[in-house]
C-alpha cells in the first residue's frame, strides 16, 4: 500500500510504514498531471501555469480544478487557489509568519528566520517551528546550507502570503527594521569597539536577540545582511524613515570592508536626506559622523571637493557642540582629503592638531592613527626612511595595544612598502607577508589584494616572475568585486609582466 501525505505521519511508524519524502514533480510530470485534469489548453497556458506551480502536486491539481482554457481566468487567480486550502490547515502561529515573511526587505526574495520571527514578535524556538510546519506544509523550503535563508516554495505562494497581510503589515515591517538595527548596531559595536556607539530609539527592541559573541561572528552578521542593506533602506523610506540614519550609520563595518562604494554613497546621501536638519545633540553627532563618513567614500572616488565641503561642515556641527573628540576626528578627516588632495603641508597641520586633541583627550588609537598619518605625509615631504620607518613601527604598536588590529596590519604594511621603495627588499618582504596574513584575517579584500600587488612588485624586482604573475592574478581577482580603477591597474601590470616572459 501506497500512502501520500503533505506531511510525515509517525504514528504509522509502528505499523512498519517506511517513509519517503518526494521532491516536486518535473516539468514534463508537472504538464502531464495539468493535462489530465484539464484536458487541454494552449501550449503558452500550460506552460505558464507549470511554472508557477513550481511542481507541487497540490497546486497544480487546485488550478487545474479552478483554470479554464479561456483569457479570463489568469494564472494569479489559480495558484493563489491553490494554495489558499494549505493556508487554511495551519496553526496561528505558522500562519501569522506565513503571511509576515512575504513582507520582509530581501534583495533576493529569501527569508531571515531570525527577522521573520522577531516580526511576528515570536521567540526563536517558536518562529523556528512555525517555520518547520510551512516547510512540512510545502508553503516554504528550508535552506540547503548550513547559514542559509529560506525561501517561499514559488513565487505563487509569495504573492498569495503578501496577499493576506492587513492590519499588521506595517508595525510587522517596523518590528523587523527594529531587529535588524539593533543587531546591526550589537555587531557594529564587537567589529569595531573603538567607535562610540549611538543607539538608535527603537519603538519595538528586540526581546530576543541572535547571540553575537566575538568580532568574527560580528563580521559574518554585517557580511550576510549587508547584501540586503539596500532593501531594507527602501523598507524603511515607505514605513520608517527616522530608522535609516541609524541603520547606516550602524552598518559602518559592513561599508568599510565592502568598498562597494556606490552603494556607500547612496546610503549616506539617503540617510543624511532622511535625518534632515539635526534638532539636538544625538542628531548632530549622528550628522556629523553620517558627514564624515561620506567624505571618506568621496575620497576614495577622487571628489576632494566634496569631501573638504562634508569635513569642514562636520567639523563645524562639532565645534557647536563643543565635542571635542567630534573635533579631533574631523580635524584627522580634513587631514586624509587634504593628503589625498596632495596639499601636504595642510594634511600635517590637520593630523598634527588631531593627534594632540587625540592625546589630550587619552584617547590612544586616535592619537596612534594620526601618528600613522603624519608618518606617511612626511614620507610624502621627503623625511628620510629610517624614520618613516620608525613612527610606523610606534604607529602599529600603539593601534594593536588599542584593540584595532586592522590598521595596525595597515600601518606594518605601509612601513614594508616604504622599505621596499628605499630598495630594501628583504626587509620589506616578510613585513609586507605579515600584513597580507592580517588582512586575511580580518576579510579586508581590498587592502589584501594592495598588499599582494606589493610584494608582486618585490618579486619582480627579484626576477621572480612566476610569483609575480600569480599573485598579480589573485590581486586582480579581488580588485575586480572591489576596486575597478585597482583593477584595471594590476590588469596592465600583469600584461605587461607576461608579455616579459
Same mark, same amino acid.
Given at each position: 500500500?501506497?500512502?501520500?501525505?503533505?506531511?510525515?505521519?509517525?504514528?504509522?511508524?509502528?505499523?512498519?510504514?517506511?517513509?519517503?519524502?518526494?521532491?516536486?514533480?518535473?516539468?514534463?510530470?508537472?504538464?502531464?498531471?495539468?493535462?489530465?485534469?484539464?484536458?487541454?489548453?494552449?501550449?503558452?497556458?500550460?506552460?505558464?501555469?507549470?511554472?508557477?506551480?513550481?511542481?507541487?502536486?497540490?497546486?497544480?491539481?487546485?488550478?487545474?480544478?479552478?483554470?479554464?482554457?479561456?483569457?479570463?481566468?489568469?494564472?494569479?487567480?489559480?495558484?493563489?487557489?491553490?494554495?489558499?486550502?494549505?493556508?487554511?490547515?495551519?496553526?496561528?502561529?505558522?500562519?501569522?509568519?506565513?503571511?509576515?515573511?512575504?513582507?520582509?526587505?530581501?534583495?533576493?526574495?529569501?527569508?531571515?528566520?531570525?527577522?521573520?520571527?522577531?516580526?511576528?514578535?515570536?521567540?526563536?524556538?517558536?518562529?523556528?517551528?512555525?517555520?518547520?510546519?510551512?516547510?512540512?506544509?510545502?508553503?516554504?523550503?528550508?535552506?540547503?546550507?548550513?547559514?542559509?535563508?529560506?525561501?517561499?516554495?514559488?513565487? +505563487? *505562494?509569495?504573492?498569495? $502570503? /503578501?496577499?493576506? %497581510?492587513? #492590519?499588521?503589515?506595517?508595525?510587522? =515591517?517596523?518590528?523587523? !527594521?527594529?531587529?535588524?538595527?539593533?543587531?546591526?548596531?550589537?555587531?557594529?559595536?564587537?567589529?569595531?569597539?573603538?567607535?562610540?556607539?549611538?543607539?538608535?530609539?527603537?519603538?519595538?527592541?528586540?526581546?530576543?536577540?541572535?547571540?553575537?559573541?566575538?568580532?568574527?561572528?560580528?563580521?559574518?552578521?554585517?557580511?550576510?545582511? +549587508? *547584501?540586503?542593506?539596500? $532593501? /531594507?533602506?527602501? %523598507?524603511? #523610506?515607505?514605513?520608517?524613515?527616522? =530608522?535609516?540614519?541609524? !541603520?547606516?550609520?550602524?552598518?559602518?563595518?559592513?561599508?568599510?570592508?565592502?568598498?562597494?562604494?556606490?552603494?556607500?554613497?547612496?546610503?549616506?546621501?539617503?540617510?543624511?536626506?532622511?535625518?534632515?536638519?539635526?534638532?539636538?545633540?544625538?542628531?548632530?553627532?549622528?550628522?556629523?559622523?553620517?558627514?564624515?563618513?561620506?567624505?571618506?567614500?568621496?575620497?576614495?572616488?577622487?571628489?576632494?571637493?566634496?569631501?573638504?565641503?562634508?569635513?569642514?561642515?562636520?567639523?563645524?556641527?562639532?565645534?557647536?557642540?563643543?565635542?571635542?573628540?567630534?573635533?579631533?576626528?574631523?580635524?584627522?578627516?580634513?587631514?586624509?582629503?587634504?593628503?589625498?588632495?596632495?596639499?601636504?603641508?595642510?594634511?600635517?597641520?590637520?593630523?598634527?592638531?588631531?593627534?594632540?586633541?587625540?592625546?589630550?583627550?587619552?584617547?590612544?588609537?586616535?592619537?596612534?592613527?594620526?601618528?600613522?598619518?603624519?608618518?606617511?605625509?612626511?614620507?610624502?615631504?621627503?623625511?628620510?626612511?629610517?624614520?618613516?620607518?620608525?613612527?610606523?613601527?610606534?604607529?602599529?604598536?600603539?593601534?594593536?595595544?588599542?584593540?584595532?588590529?586592522?590598521?595596525?596590519?595597515?600601518?606594518?604594511?605601509?612601513?614594508?612598502?616604504?622599505?621596499?621603495?628605499?630598495?630594501?627588499?628583504?626587509?620589506?618582504?616578510?613585513?609586507?607577508?605579515?600584513?597580507?596574513?592580517?588582512?586575511?584575517?580580518?576579510?579586508?579584500?581590498?587592502?589584501?589584494?594592495?598588499?599582494?600587488?606589493?610584494?608582486?612588485?618585490?618579486?619582480?624586482?627579484?626576477?621572480?616572475?612566476?610569483?609575480?604573475?600569480?599573485?598579480?592574478?589573485?590581486?586582480?581577482?579581488?580588485?575586480?568585486?572591489?576596486?575597478?580603477?585597482?583593477?584595471?591597474?594590476?590588469?596592465?601590470?600583469?600584461?605587461?609582466?607576461?608579455?616579459?616572459?
Amino acid at each position: 500500500m501506497i500512502i501520500t501525505a503533505r506531511r510525515a505521519l509517525p504514528e504509522l511508524i509502528a505499523a512498519g510504514v517506511r517513509h519517503h519524502r518526494l521532491g516536486p514533480l518535473s516539468a514534463d510530470a508537472s504538464r502531464e498531471l495539468l493535462l489530465s485534469i484539464v484536458g487541454s489548453l494552449p501550449r503558452p497556458r500550460i506552460a505558464e501555469l507549470t511554472a508557477a506551480c513550481q511542481g507541487i502536486p497540490q497546486a497544480l491539481v487546485l488550478a487545474g480544478a479552478t483554470v479554464h482554457p479561456t483569457p479570463r481566468t489568469n494564472t494569479e487567480t489559480a495558484v493563489s487557489a491553490a494554495f489558499a486550502d494549505t493556508y487554511s490547515a495551519l496553526n496561528t502561529q505558522a500562519a501569522r509568519i506565513y503571511r509576515i515573511a512575504a513582507l520582509l526587505p530581501s534583495a533576493d526574495l529569501t527569508i531571515d528566520l531570525a527577522m521573520a520571527g522577531a516580526a511576528a514578535g515570536l521567540d526563536p524556538a517558536a518562529a523556528a517551528s512555525a517555520f518547520s510546519d510551512l516547510a512540512k506544509a510545502r508553503l516554504l523550503c528550508a535552506p540547503v546550507t548550513d547559514g542559509g535563508r529560506w525561501e517561499f516554495v514559488s513565487s +505563487g *505562494a509569495r504573492a498569495h $502570503a /503578501a496577499s493576506l %497581510a492587513g #492590519e499588521e503589515q506595517i508595525i510587522a =515591517i517596523r518590528r523587523a !527594521l527594529d531587529w535588524l538595527t539593533a543587531e546591526t548596531t550589537a555587531a557594529a559595536r564587537l567589529a569595531v569597539p573603538y567607535r562610540d556607539p549611538l543607539d538608535a530609539p527603537l519603538a519595538f527592541p528586540p526581546p530576543h536577540r541572535i547571540g553575537i559573541t566575538t568580532a568574527s561572528q560580528a563580521l559574518d552578521f554585517l557580511r550576510l545582511r +549587508g *547584501a540586503h542593506l539596500d $532593501a /531594507a533602506l527602501t %523598507a524603511a #523610506e515607505g514605513h520608517h524613515p527616522g =530608522i535609516v540614519p541609524f !541603520l547606516v550609520f550602524a552598518a559602518w563595518p559592513y561599508y568599510l570592508r565592502t568598498r562597494h562604494y556606490r552603494e556607500w554613497l547612496d546610503h549616506h546621501d539617503r540617510a543624511l536626506t532622511a535625518l534632515g536638519t539635526p534638532a539636538h545633540d544625538t542628531e548632530r553627532r549622528l550628522y556629523r559622523e553620517l558627514l564624515g563618513a561620506r567624505a571618506t567614500v568621496l575620497r576614495a572616488l577622487d571628489r576632494i571637493p566634496e569631501a573638504l565641503a562634508d569635513c569642514h561642515q562636520a567639523l563645524a556641527t562639532a565645534k557647536e557642540t563643543g565635542d571635542r573628540a567630534g573635533i579631533a576626528q574631523h580635524h584627522y578627516g580634513l587631514g586624509a582629503t587634504y593628503r589625498q588632495g596632495a596639499a601636504h603641508v595642510l594634511a600635517r597641520q590637520h593630523f598634527d592638531r588631531a593627534r594632540r586633541l587625540y592625546l589630550d583627550l587619552g584617547r590612544h588609537r586616535g592619537a596612534a592613527l594620526a601618528h600613522l598619518e603624519l608618518a606617511l605625509t612626511d614620507a610624502d615631504l621627503g623625511e628620510g626612511t629610517a624614520t618613516v620607518a620608525d613612527r610606523l613601527s610606534v604607529a602599529e604598536r600603539g593601534l594593536l595595544a588599542t584593540g584595532d588590529p586592522l590598521n595596525s596590519h595597515k600601518a606594518r604594511a605601509w612601513r614594508g612598502r616604504i622599505l621596499a621603495t628605499d630598495g630594501r627588499l628583504k626587509d620589506a618582504r616578510p613585513v609586507l607577508t605579515s600584513a597580507l596574513e592580517g588582512f586575511r584575517e580580518q576579510e579586508a579584500r581590498l587592502w589584501e589584494a594592495r598588499t599582494l600587488a606589493w610584494i608582486a612588485d618585490i618579486d619582480k624586482q627579484c626576477g621572480h616572475t612566476g610569483n609575480a604573475i600569480t599573485l598579480l592574478r589573485h590581486a586582480a581577482t579581488l580588485y575586480e568585486r572591489h576596486s575597478p580603477a585597482d583593477h584595471a591597474k594590476v590588469t596592465a601590470a600583469l600584461r605587461d609582466l607576461q608579455s616579459r616572459t
